[in-house]
């Protein structure tokens, strides 16, 4: 596939309406969903015992799955070890063919979808009826899964209605209990008549013989029990050692995969049981009980690679896809193959069943690594797929244009003569205005929906030598590393970084040899010039020089401190590594060693967001708390309405003039004031039917709090004002910023503490 077929699809995707407002509802709800169900628990410590258990079983897999096919053929099953997907399906048909099997009622199983299962039941002449409800909807509609765990998320219960009479020849209301009696009442004749069940399991226990499976509705029960022959179908990955181990298993995969406590059934198959085949006169016979056990090369290359050997540490809980934003905004059915979708979904998806499905579908992961931070077997999904991507790069090349981009990016003194060759030349396109929006011939594309950030005037590398440093005692020096981003387009967070470590009494030096991170060339699977910039960047940063290193920007932070993994065999860079990553120091942890650094921010304020709704919780040491909401001072007890729920930012800030007093610091997400203008660099609004004019740019100090950030550059887009109003005295007291005048806020903002 192009890239060019993906992002049709993914326009389609985004252009769906149902599908997004399933997607948004959904993964709205599921983060305080979750949180709920596991109050009380551990979940750090469960999913390494997940792990602890399903990596044994992975490092003993020869000596677990004889034990599993000793004890289940001990208790009267059929055990069939296929090593490729062709030869299960060989065994399924001969199986269906000696019983003389017409119709199969089979329960969720992705491992049968690697087998094209049910389309070849279809040629033989059976019958393979879906009985999931997700899986029965998809079928009807000729579709694949979009979720691994809920198959037809995607769906309304309005085109479940449609669907349904397109089925049933019947009316059909959309409504959801109306539409579960309407499948159980196609289902129940078919359970009562199949000659064979097929299921999917969740977990097999070597240790008894034992397969078992989660299920939320009946069907997957009845599948099992009513027809007289059985067949279970399950890859090696699914193996644990002891009955034991099950239970970590079973505390995180519903809590991840669902936010339950517990599924409805949890049923458990030990051997071949008793099944009723005569019910008049009550005649018991055992059942024809069955497994094959997917044993393919492809699985055994994942469980002998280094990099990706985890893999067999999923649990199938599908939590990667729930908090993912890439999958929020076009599915499963984009970001995933025909069977397994979202971030685990790539990966299973490029070694089982279609390499350039995988390849294609890597480049949607964000790197975010949220997924990372759910995964109920504790995979590192993110840095897989990096690898990933890293690997179809070696194995195929880059694309000629992203290379010579690359390249270019890679050869410093070409690149950033180039960037203050843009700052001049642009001038004709930005016409004055700090957003690039529409970029001419053949660079249209990049502009296509959204704006650009405009290249600064002047870089930081030649502005900082005009900030005057007036530190008296420093504490220690301090190398500012920029990256391209602030040191060539968003240059005032840059000045802002200095002066706030000045302040908190610290010589801030910028060495000039550094260049770009290497971010874009280690996301591209560009490894050549990701280290190529690594040991640019170690050479001239000199940390060993330095008290701290301090990036204000979060990819190149995440980048320089990969550095490490750069130079495993290179003794010299590594221990330049070791030192950038030690002069960093600790990462999203809130402590530091930096004296002076955290006095004006208070850990006493917690904020929480659940179900679109945010929540304050004060703990301040200080003895009084003032609210100051949108520019106005409030007393804690005459918040009588509380605080507002659509928060834009929050800060906790003492008092400048009284160290027992705090100030609680907030901007709403309410509408207020009126953007006009912003041209030739004069910004013109109303505020309470007042008009303002303001030239920022040209006054000696910044006058603008653009999302809590003191600047002089209007930088954004005026479409995602919120807020646009004058700063009140006493927040210029309380933020340090004297020189404001105005503050504004827009819709693309998060929290600061």
Known sequence: MSNELLKQEIERAMDNAPLQKALKKFTSAYPGNRAKVYKGYDFEALRDKVHE???????????????????????????????????????????????NVKLCVKSKSMASEEMHFNQNYEKAGITAQETDLGEFINSIAGDTPSHMVMPAIHYSKEDVADLFESYTKQPEEPVITKEVKTSRRVMRPKFLSAEMGVSGANVAVAETGTVITMTNEGNGRMVATLPKTHLYIFGIEKFVAKMSDIRYIFKVLPRNGTAQNITAYLSFYTGATKVVTDPENDTKEDKNFHMIILDTPERRKIMASEDYKDIFCCIRCAACLNVCPAFRLVGGHVYGGSIYTGGIGTLLTSFLNSRERGKDIQNICLQCGTCNTVCGGKLDIAGMILKLRTKFAQEDGLNPVHKFCLDTVADRHLFHSMLRIASVAQGMITKGQPMIRHLPMFLSGLTAGRSLPSVAPQPFRDILPTIKQDVPNPKGKIAIFTGCLLDFVYVDIATDVVKALNMAGYIVEMPLGQACCGAPATYMGDVENAKKAAEMNLNAMEAEKYDYIVSACPTCTHALRDYVDFFKDNPEMLKKAEEMFRD???????????????????????????????????????????????????????????????????????????????????????????????????????????????????????????????????????????????????????????????IIVTDKMGFFF
């Not at 003895?623 to 005459?638: L, R």
């Not at 834009?648 to 709403?668: F, H, Q, R, W």
């Open 584 to 742: 960093m120091g600790p990462m999203f942890s809130g402590e530091s060693d930096m004296e002076g650094m955290g006095e004006s921010i208070s850990n006493g304020l917690e904020v929480i967001q659940e179900n679109g709704k945010t929540r304050i919780k004060v703990n301040a040491k200080n003895s009084e708390v003032s609210y100051v909401i949108d520019g106005i001072e409030y007393a804690a007890d005459s918040l009588k309405n509380g605080i507002p729920d659509e928060i834009a930012t929050v800060n906790m800030i003492t008092s400048p003039t009284n160290a027992k007093k705090s100030y609680v610091v907030i901007n709403t997400k309410q509408k207020k004031g009126q953007f006009i203008s912003y041209a030739n660099g004069v910004l013109k609004y109303k505020y309470n039917k007042q008009e303002y004019t303001l030239n920022p740019e040209k006054l000696e100090e910044p006058a603008l709090i653009i999302n809590n950030r003191l600047t002089r550059s209007f930088n954004i887009d005026p479409v995602q004002i919120i807020q646009i109003r004058p700063v009140s005295e006493l927040e210029r007291q309380l933020l340090g910023a004297p020189s404001a005048q105005v």
């Open 53 to 99: 258990v399903k990596s044994y079983a992975r490092d003993h897999l020869d000596e677990v799955m004889a034990e599993f096919i000793k004890n289940a053929e001990a208790n009267g099953a059929h055990v069939f070890v296929a090593h490729s997907p062709e030869e299960a399906m060989d065994y399924a048909l001969k199986l269906a063919k000696d019983n």
